[in-house]
């Protein structure tokens, strides 16, 4: 791949016929629009902390508050007057952190078997994996409630951090990795010192999974720190619930405290963000991974 | 060595184990389930077959042709913008941004990394009636000179402030706005990966041979991007037929109004989890499916064999 910051050749002067030149010879007008829809972009996010440090009747000002208040300290004993906020947030640190581990565990192994080994039916098992998890989440709404609910798991955070472990993107993602950034030699070299194939696993090949492992880690926990729809089928009572859920369930007709919402809704958000602004790039390179090939 | 012949086996176990139980059974069961009559209050043993009746009452439900109106509309009206803004927005910013480009595609990424119910909240708050931020922005426009008498009479034609989540003709695209702002970024990043393995020196061939930027662009950059536009477009077209989250937040259930915004998605989780009907339920998601597959293939039938011919002459 080229570097992203390859600098533009410079046009000559006078050749190029409208629109596209005057589009370019006219920077200003572009990066206002661009600007600008990024202002738009990031605004909801900006009054989403804004509106947290104000109480419900401010919010609803006319004009509403452009700036932070006072009013954070209130907002949030509001929220927990409302809701067992702190086990809320709990539980999603807790679902998404047992997510990421399983699942980095899962498909790591799973993904180094399909990079290295050759085994029978190597490649019909594959095939199976992606393609059936390529097929639209909400066919498996329905009856894998019905198998959390045949298994006892309702209600019960593994039924939302054990499916989710066995992802067909991570085990893609890994076997992409392994499969290029591990050198064979390496393994071979350990099996002669006598190591056993699990060790090899253990000991050779996972510490080199760092960069890979690090990626997947933060898509996978960012899916489930986000996901409402799991939770929402599976989970009945209200200290179970996680952020996004418990946040919704405040979301009264008539009486609803915007103020307390808004702050739950920063902290809910603050995680990520930091965590986006420490690894945009790999992120996002990741993210993107295989989408590359077209 | 013969240690070596199960170790494969031994690494897959505990992944196949997951995928099988939650991931491939529950698939096979719901395409079983959706050819039964059953309530779940009642036990596993009142289930009974019902051959193709479920299929055939969803067919036949006005909801369900209504949900998929809206459906359509949606992945329409949302999924067209993301790509006709993102795709001209990633070239300029290829071709001029050198200086704080990661923040600005930073600025632009970030709603999709945060959480569609902050978002929807949020969201509500800024389209209120009275109070919210978009229509107070909307009064302050009519004291501008030029546009603002038109937009006053405008505003007064409809009868005061925009209802944006109450009102059926503003509900649907309010919701669509907000799909549109939360992958735009996502698309804008497909589209630089894409742009940033085109070489170099094809824009400067170009240049020698005296094409415009405009030129440059038609026909350069567009052919060349065919297989990511292909990718992106088939993305947006998955997600945005399973529509479920932003019009299921922003709009109460309680409220008239929640019809025009129910998606296909929203019309199967009623059927399963407010109506207890979980064989129609199902018999709706896999016709969904096939919607979805049909038009993914049509996507790559009017789009895609173009798309690899392109990538493979570039």
């Not at chain 1, 932070?68 to 086990?87: D, I, K, M, T, V």
């Not at chain 1, 080994?117 to 490649?123: A, D, L, M, S």
Request: contains cysteine.
């Amino acid at each position: 791949m080229k570097r992203a910051d390859v600098m533009p050749q410079p046009l000559p002067a006078g050749r190029d016929a409208w629109p596209g030149r005057a589009w370019l010879s006219r920077p200003w007008l572009a990066w206002t629009l661009i600007l600008a829809g990024a202002a738009v972009l990031v605004a909801p996010l900006y009054f989403t902390f804004v509106f947290a440090t104000h109480g419900r009747t401010e919010i609803f000002n006319s004009p509403p508050p452009l700036w932070f208040g006072s009013q954070a300290l209130s907002n949030l004993h509001l929220l927990e007057e409302r809701l067992p906020f702190w086990r809320n947030l709990g539980m999603s640190l807790y679902v998404a952190g047992m997510t990421t581990l399983l699942n980095l565990l899962l498909c790591s192994m799973a993904g180094y078997a399909f990079a290295i080994y050759q085994f029978r039916f190597k490649r019909p098992l594959f095939a199976l994996v992606l393609g059936s998890m390529m097929l639209p989440s909400f066919l498996h709404m329905i009856p894998s409630f019905m198998v959390m609910d045949a298994l006892g798991w309702i209600d019960e955070p593994r039924a939302l951090y054990v499916p989710a472990a066995a992802s067909a993107l991570g085990i893609f993602l890994m076997r992409q990795y392994i499969g290029s950034a591990i050198p064979r030699d390496l393994i071979d070299a350990a099996r002669m010192d006598g190591c056993s194939e699990f060790r090899i696993f253990r000991s050779v090949v996972l510490p080199l999974l760092k960069p890979a492992l690090g990626t997947l880690g933060l898509i996978t926990f960012i899916a489930s720190w986000n996901n409402f729809v799991a939770p929402l089928v599976v989970m009945r009572s209200p200290e179970h619930y996680t952020l996004p859920l418990a946040l919704r369930s405040m979301q009264t007709p008539n009486n609803t405290e915007w103020g307390a919402l808004m702050i739950g809704s920063a902290i809910a958000m603050l995680p990520l963000l930091v965590a986006y602004v420490l690894s945009a790039r790999r992120l996002v390179s990741g993210l993107t991974a295989g989408a590359v090939r077209g | 060595m013969r240690a070596r012949g199960w170790a494969p086996y031994l690494f897959l176990a505990p992944f196949f184990v997951v995928f099988l139980v939650f991931g491939l059974f529950p698939l096979l069961f719901s395409i079983y389930l959706s050819f039964q009559q059953w309530n779940p209050a009642e036990g596993l043993h009142t289930m009974h077959s019902v051959g193709l009746e479920n299929y055939w009452y969803a067919i036949t439900d006005p909801w369900f042709h209504d949900s998929l109106l809206n459906t359509l509309w949606f992945a329409l009206v949302s999924g067209a913008p993301q790509h006709l803004v993102a795709l001209p927005l990633a070239y300029f910013i290829h071709r001029q941004v050198k200086r704080g480009r990661d923040l600005l595609v930073g600025a632009y990424f970030v709603p999709y990394i945060t959480s569609s119910v902050a978002i929807a909240l949020i969201f509500s708050t800024l389209y209120s009636k009275d109070y919210g931020l978009i229509n107070a922005a909307l009064s302050e426009l009519t004291r501008l000179p030029f546009i603002g008498s038109p937009l006053e009479a405008a505003q007064l034609a409809r009868g005061g402030p925009i209802d944006w989540l109450g009102d059926a003709d503003t509900t649907r695209p309010a919701v669509a706005f907000v799909v549109f702002w939360r992958y735009l970024g996502w698309n804008l990043v497909l589209y630089l990966s894409a742009l940033q393995v085109i070489d170099q020196d094809l824009y400067e061939a170009a240049t020698l041979d005296g094409a415009s930027t405009w030129q440059q662009f038609r026909h350069v950059t567009l052919p060349l991007l065919k297989p990511m536009i292909f990718f992106a477009v088939t993305l947006t077209l998955i997600g945005n037929l399973q529509l479920f989250e932003e019009p299921f937040i922003l709009v109460d259930s309680e409220k008239g109004v929640s019809q025009s915004v129910m998606t296909s998605a929203i019309f199967m989780y009623r059927l399963a989890f407010n109506d207890g009907d979980f064989g129609t339920a199902s018999a709706v998601s896999w016709l969904l499916f096939i919607l979805i597959a049909a038009l993914t293939w049509l996507n790559a039938r009017l789009f895609g064999r173009d798309a690899r011919g392109a990538h493979e002459a570039g």
